[in-house]
């Protein structure tokens, strides 16, 4: 008798019946494991493309120029397109948005506003996608050359006038429109006789539970702290939060995430100190102290600004001088840092920088080259790479996502 090929082929054992089973088992089981591959293959997809961000630049420039730009960011390239650009007087210089996106507000950094020894703050009606800005109105800032600018509660805008050593609160009405300015003076000097030679405040945002605002002062060597209540700013008790060192020209602050700890860039020094917060009492006291430049840098530097990454676990300033972005890690739950990277800005002079609402891009002013360099981030050591895209903008200054 003929012997069947098809049980010969696969050696089936010597009952036909069991045999037959066994390899009926078996094909199909095969045949599943590979529909189940087919499936996951299928199931199986690219990641979502990061959205574009947009986000405006402020500038110096004349009063007939264009002034505030609104400008797109692809977070995965890196690469700047120009949205639009705004007539929006003199040298709106730093930049806010209240929280729904339908206000900006401006500094003019000047030290004359209609006649007088001031700056002014502009209040400017968005349109749809950001693309239109109307000026709603002009207030006085209450001091020479405004170069900080914070809304507060969503209802108060502060200033701090660098010229006119003073810091003030805006009250924001309810068409956006600002009221006039309440004006608080800063006392002191420092051993710089050329930049401490009388108080020059640079910075005030409140902290992150907002019970305090605090100002810094680079005249002074201080950083005071208010109180604000009702839209009116009033001294804390004790008024001054925190002492820098002699001569060291504090500028800029940032909080960690935490609200424990924040973060004080000076200017004259080259220095980032870590501060403990006392929310309780609205003071600081030093942790750390660490130079923002490397140990073979030479000329002068003057640093501008500070970040830190939205998950806490980096730190970034800017150096001008040295053009470069200094890079640290935050260690033991913000209370020290350690360097971990000197970036060259890719240009001159950077006076502000921002990340990205990914956190996937690190933008920087360049202000002296008149160009905006895009830096990728790894999230993972916090260090920049360039991307090679950059946006020609004359004499950027800041940079605030929309």
């Not at 108060?156 to 810091?167: I, K, S």
């Amino acid at each position: 008798m003929q012997t069947n090929a098809f049980f010969t082929r696969f050696k089936l054992p010597a009952t036909p019946v069991l045999g037959l089973a066994a390899l009926l088992f078996s094909v199909a089981a095969c045949n599943n494991a590979v529909e189940q591959q087919d499936t996951a293959t299928a199931t199986t997809t690219e990641p979502e493309p990061m959205e574009m961000s947009t986000f405006y630049v402020g500038t110096y420039a004349k009063p007939e120029e264009e002034s505030i730009f609104l400008y797109s960011l692809n977070p995965e390239t890196g690469e700047l397109t120009r949205v639009a650009g705004f007539k929006a007087g003199e040298n709106p210089s730093y930049l806010t948005l209240d929280a729904t996106g339908e206000h900006l507000y401006a500094v003019n950094e000047t030290t004359n506003f209609e006649g007088k020894e001031s700056g002014a703050v502009s209040a400017f009606a968005v349109g749809e996608e950001g693309k239109e800005l109307t000026l709603l109105n002009q207030a006085p800032s209450g001091g020479g050359a405004p170069c900080h600018i914070w809304l507060s509660g969503g209802n108060t805008v502060l200033v701090a006038n660098y010229v006119g050593g003073n810091v003030a609160a805006l009250p924001v009405q309810a068409d956006g429109q600002l009221g006039q300015p309440q004006v608080l003076q800063h006392k002191g000097t420092g051993p710089n006789k050329e930049r401490q030679e009388k108080p020059h405040a640079h910075y005030i945002a409140p902290s992150p539970d907002g019970k305090y605002s605090f100002a810094v002062d680079l005249g002074a060597d201080k950083v005071f702290g208010y109180r604000l209540e009702d839209g009116k700013l009033a001294p804390n008790n004790p008024a001054v939060a925190y002492t820098s060192a002699p001569g060291s020209g504090p500028r800029h602050m940032a909080f960690h995430p935490s609200g424990k700890y924040a973060y004080l860039l000076h200017e004259l020094n080259s220095t980032v100190t870590v501060l403990e917060y006392d929310a309780a009492k609205g003071t600081f006291t030093e942790a750390q102290t660490l130079t923002t430049l490397p140990e073979d840098a030479k000329g002068d530097n003057y640093p501008a600004a500070i970040k830190v990454s939205a998950d806490g676990k980096f730190l970034y300033t800017s150096n001008r001088g040295h053009n470069s972005i200094a890079v640290f890690a935050v260690e033991q739950e913000g209370s020290q840092l350690k360097p971990v990277q000197h970036m060259s800005t890719g240009g001159d002079w950077p006076r502000d920088f921002s990340l990205d609402p990914s956190g996937s891009i690190l933008l920087v002013a360049n202000e002296r080259s008149n160009n905006i360099t895009a830096f990728k981030v790894d999230k993972a050591t916090g260090k920049l790479s360039a991307t090679g895209q950059e946006a020609q903008v004359q004499k950027p200054v800041n940079l605030v996502f929309r």
